[in-house]
């Protein structure tokens, strides 16, 4: 019995939470019992969401509101969960679509330029690849540290 009670103790505290958090919703009047999927996302674009941000706004409120008992109608359109990584990750030879007069894999294949001519996959390039993007949000003593690894890291490429 005490697991039932917690459970409508957990709808009543995410619906006490939920309803002033939507009051655009609650108090347009719109029943959710019977509303429709275009109506609900005409309320966030009022809000100002727009873009994809509309669809990631409704998927959550009906998750919120389904967790806090509130009925809803089943106009709304089936909210999916997040995408699972089932799929593979594509490869580079997948990447790059292959023209009908390109010669042989064989021939394509360059020879690696060595580290010390700078190639692609240079030691240089792999570690600024890594490096940080600058951003001025940061707190200055961040960004002071930023550009003096920064200099270095362009000592020890120049000097190669």
Not at 50 to 59: E, H, L, N, V
Request: charged fraction near 35%; proline fraction near 8%; aromatic fraction near 10%.
């Amino acid at each position: 019995m005490a697991y039932a009670e917690e459970g409508i103790k957990r709808e009543q505290a995410l619906k006490d939470v939920l309803i002033p958090a939507y009051s655009f919703i609650f108090e347009n009047g719109l029943d959710l019992e019977s509303a429709t999927h275009r109506q609900l996302e005409e309320l966030f674009k009022q809000e100002g969401a727009t873009g994809d941000t509309p669809r990631k706004c409704i998927a959550f409120f009906l998750n919120a509101a389904k967790g806090a008992g509130i009925k809803l109608s089943p106009h709304f359109k089936k909210v999916r969960g997040p995408r699972k990584g089932t799929a593979k990750p594509r490869r580079k030879e997948d990447a790059i679509p292959k023209s009908k007069s390109s010669p042989p894999a064989e021939e394509t294949k360059s020879t690696p330029k060595p580290l010390s001519q700078g190639g692609a996959d240079s030691w240089e390039n792999i570690l600024l690849e890594k490096f940080p993007k600058f951003d001025p949000a940061w707190p200055d003593d961040v960004k002071s540290k930023w550009f003096d690894d920064f200099k270095e890291l362009m000592a020890l490429k120049k000097n190669g």
